[in-house]
């Protein structure tokens, strides 16, 4: 299969259920496997990372910007990062079988596309770039959407490569291109007071200021701390290790040490090996000597067809339930019930496609269509709530990690800590939703489906109440963790509703099991 990785940057990094939203768009495409969902309070941005097949893939990320276009006000945004749309960015990055220049014409085939049916100003970057000065996205995005909004109508520089020559109103423009393999890479420089360093240090670093050719960076404050946000946009030129170097070298030369660093989104694994290797200086080191891709060589088809489902981000079910079992706190119980929920879905679609088409049934089809569609849209939203439960995890264990001195940080990282437990009471609230509504449509399947399966939509009924009734303690869970658990009261007294509703729900389905039984 001839795939092609897209990495969409959207400009709303706070109300995650929006991004759930937009990252359900694209994945409803297809052939769609989203790898990765990364969301950043601070930068309010959020970046899908996604594969897909030459032919689907600009499908997918259209159906991704059309829903950021509908529910995004830029007029109403604020973040750390640079930013000019909505949809803010759209690069394409050839993958297994594919060439560049397809990726170029995929930019440009999309950006027409954007700029005639969304009505959003479209200008190509980097490889697909029509213009020189383009190539470049800092210089695409100079001004970002205020600035751009005034430049279009009088500058003609500025105009977009597609689309109406004025920004959209609430959207803005987009930046749609063909690139190489980007690592987003940020390095700490400790307590917001270093503010001016970083920027400084991030000037003498990247490429345009004659640094490091293949890096873009920008100093920034996230979270109450200085920050040198780079882009390594040619892994096999600027190493991983040499940005950080550069970035240390600098920073002491400044009297400032470096704290920590990040990766945002996926990264290949040579560049992390690549890393530690350079690290404790290890001489003529090969991945061959490593262990684990021994085994899967070894151990042939089963092991690398695992393998291979593991690398698209599709895990198996034996592998979720050992990853589950291992001595770490993700995937846990959130995870876990999102999972439980997706297959009530699965079970209730099952009973609903038993029933469909059948000449007896013929009165309630209709009705059995209905929960056939909702169910299986639903079970797509639990498998990503799966990831989504994981990653509020892992932003809640981010915040508790920032420093506590001085005041000025400790009072960002309360600050951070309460918007992490916040978020992570709203993905495991949004599982209680989608199980409360499941066992609904199971109540329905087992009333009005096909008898003969009527214990399968009662088996539906019960896994769902009780994946709503789990994803409540999530809820609950994460508002006690609050300093004030009151500002969660709303989110725990949801979480009680849906829990009733689903206990109402499941009790209806198994009644009508007990009348066949």
């Known amino acids: 299969m001839r795939l092609v990785e897209c990495v969409p940057n959207f400009s709303e990094g706070r109300r995650l259920e929006l991004v759930a939203r937009i990252r359900d768009a694209i994945a409803a495409t297809p052939g769609v496997t989203v790898l990765d969902v990364s969301s950043d309070p601070s930068h309010n941005r959020s970046v899908v990372t996604f594969v897909a097949p030459l032919e689907t893939v600009a499908e997918a990320a259209f159906a991704g910007m059309r829903e950021a276009r509908d529910r995004i006000d830029l007029t109403k945004h604020s973040g750390e990062h640079p930013r000019m749309g909505a949809t803010d960015v759209v690069p394409f990055v050839p993958l297994e079988g594919v060439t560049m220049d397809e990726c170029v014409a995929l930019a440009r085939s999309l950006g027409e596309r954007v700029g005639r049916e969304l009505e959003i100003p479209v200008y190509l970057y980097e490889r697909a770039a029509t213009r020189p000065e383009r190539e470049n996205l800092a210089n695409v995005r100079r001004g970002e959407f205020e600035g751009l909004r005034d430049a279009i109508p009088r500058d003609p520089g500025r105009a977009p490569d597609f689309g109406p020559a004025r920004v959209h109103a609430t959207a803005g423009a987009v930046a749609i291109g063909a690139r190489p393999f980007l690592v987003a890479y940020n390095v700490y420089l400790g307590p917001a007071s270093n503010l001016q360093v970083a920027k400084e240090v991030a000037k003498a670093v990247r490429g345009s200021s004659g640094g490091l050719r293949y ?194 940080a400790a009072a960002s990282r309360r600050l951070a800590i309460s918007a992490g437990l916040i978020g992570a009471a709203q993905v495991p609230l949004e599982t209680a939703r989608a199980c409360a509504r499941i066992a609904q449509l199971a109540a329905v399947a087992a009333a009005k489906g096909n008898p003969n399966a009527v214990s399968d939509a009662g088996v539906a009924a019960l896994l769902a109440e009780a994946a709503c009734r789990g994803a409540a303690y999530n809820v609950r869970i994460n508002v006690a963790a609050l300093g004030n658990p009151e500002s969660g009261r709303a989110l725990v007294e949801e979480a009680k509703r849906l829990v009733g509703e689903a206990t109402h729900a499941a009790s209806l389905a198994t009644a009508e099991v007990e009348k066949h039984l």
């Open 215 to 408: 890096v873009k960076a920008l100093g920034l404050e996230v979270n109450g701390q200085a920050q040198v946000s780079m882009n390594l946009v040619d892994i096999d030129q600027t190493p991983l290790y040499q940005a950080y170097e550069a970035v240390h070298v600098e920073a002491a030369a400044r009297g400032v040490s470096t704290t920590w660093s990040e990766i945002v989104g996926l990264v290949p694994e040579r560049v992390l090996l690549d890393a530690g290797a350079h690290h404790v200086q290890l001489e003529g080191f090969s991945v061959e000597q490593l262990l684990e891709r021994r085994v899967r060589a070894a151990s042939g088809g089963v092991a690398a067809t695992r393998s291979a489902d593991t690398s698209a981000g599709k895990p198996s079910l034996d592998e979720f339930v050992a990853s589950v079992a291992a001595s770490t706190p993700t995937p846990g119980g959130g995870s876990v019930v999102a999972h439980v929920g997706a297959l009530a879905a699965a079970l209730s679609t099952m009973v609903a496609g038993l029933t469909i088409g059948r000449p007896k049934f013929a009165s309630v089809e209709s009705d059995l269509r209905a929960v056939c569609a909702e169910a299986d849209e639903l079970r797509a939203m639990l498998a990503s709530l799966v990831e989504r439960d994981a990653a509020a995890y892992g932003a809640v264990s981010a915040a508790y990690k920032l420093p506590k001195n001085p005041e000025s």
